[in-house]
């Protein structure tokens, strides 16, 4: 997918704007719409107007940007745009809340880095009880647009953090780019590369579209490689529509986290990564996770340990409490994958209610509480990776009574062998499955 080009006049004219004392001339904001899929409940943009005379140009000389970018939302808030000028580089170098914001625009035309101050971070970050999600700035409100027109760069300098990972497995690491309370709005044409941990996280968020997002890491320390860096993950969300999109990262492509419903995928390009993922879900006992009415459509997949992928953590023994490794309960439900690519992947399909289990055996004494059901995997081509040939799928429930209605439809996918493709299927309904099923 190309990146977007700004005239370079409008450049020109922006560089020499280095504070809003006068109005002048914003780019068009992009017109954005969810396709070919729609939500079933239209994403409101632009619920209210914009003054194109009402800019706040980001001071492009503090030395940390983060108060300056706060002062310009608060200028602009209501009806204005804040601009990050191009060909300039915006340091964060402390947290950032920005979830005050009410119908504004905020034009990314430059570079925001964030300090790579490990240790500063560890106690400053907005941390979050889930997964010890971490944030050097969050984004939320009413009616808000985010946007970059193809040039707009977020860099998280990640190989710092993916080396002090190396060394202190328990070192928190912020994600890149996330929502808090976003409510109605778009994020659009921005590059974003060497997050920390996920690049974008969307949480107790509604009616968002995201679209046309660059992701990739570059790796100057081999011994240190990412690791978590997921290219989304959605958390107690709704009316989400993530398209048109390049990922090449080192985990989830996409990943649906707890209570995320009302989801739309669509037209990815992934790389490297472990496909795109309903969960995990079921890890915190006491918890009840849901994921509903998720459509995954037109996904090209490569050089992943999975294409399509389900993931649910067992059961854990009676008279188990605070269990952070299992027992939650919840259900996935309505969840469809269909016209997917896959090139080189490990798996096309793995779905598990083992996730972390330490064998099938303990899975099957504690199986998981948690229901799949009404999933349909759909027109699904390519060939797999030699690491499992002739076997080219899994699905794996830990009990019968927990997995319902998973059918597939159309699956034509080979190992590289060319040997008939085996799929592995444990407590499965076969009769719905329209591919070889053998025993684990």
Known sequence: ?????????????????????????????????????????????????????????????????????????????????????????????????????????ILILGTVVFSDDVEYWQTRAFGYAYQDTHLFWKFGGEDVNIYGLGIGTLDGLGQTWWTAKRSNETVYRPVLFGTDGLAGGSISGLNMKNSPMWFNVIMNSSDVLITDINIWNEVTNSSSPPANTDGWDTYRSTNIVIQNSTIDNYDDCVSFKPNSTSIIVQNLQCNGSHGISVGSLGQYQGEYDIVEDVYVY????????????????????????????????????????????????????ELTQCYF??????????????VIEDILFKDFYGTTSKRHDPQVGSLVCSDPSVCKNIRAENIAISPPS??????????????????????A
Do not use: H
């Open 418 to 439: 060319a040997a008939v493709a085996e799929w592995v299927c444990t407590n499965m309904e076969e009769d719905l499955l329209a591919i070889n099923c053998v025993a």
């Open 298 to 349: 037109n996904i090209s997949m490569s050089n992943a340990s999975d294409g399509a992928r389900i993931k649910i953590w067992p059961g854990v023994p009676p008279n188990t409490t605070g269990s952070s490794s299992g027992g939650g309960a919840g259900y996935v439900r309505n969840v469809t994958y269909e016209l997917f690519y896959n090139t080189n992947n490990d798996w096309a399909i």
């Open 1 to 105: 997918m190309q990146r977007r080009l700004i005239t370079s006049n409008l450049i020109s004219t922006l560089i020499a704007i280095t504070a809003a004392t006068t109005p002048f001339a914003l780019p068009t904001l992009p017109s954005l719409s969810a396709a070919p899929k729609t939500p079933s409940t239209p994403i409101p943009l632009l619920s209210a107007a914009r003054d194109a005379s009402k800019v706040c140009v980001v001071d492009p000389k503090a030395a940390d940007a983060g108060p300056a970018l706060i002062s310009a939302a608060q200028s602009c808030n209501n009806g204005g745009t804040v601009v990050l000028l191009p060909d300039t580089t915006y340091t964060i170098a402390s947290p950032t809340d920005l979830t005050f914001l009410q119908s504004i625009d």
């Open 357 to 370: 289990a330490s064998s099938q055996a303990a899975c099957d004494a504690y199986p998981a509480v948690l």
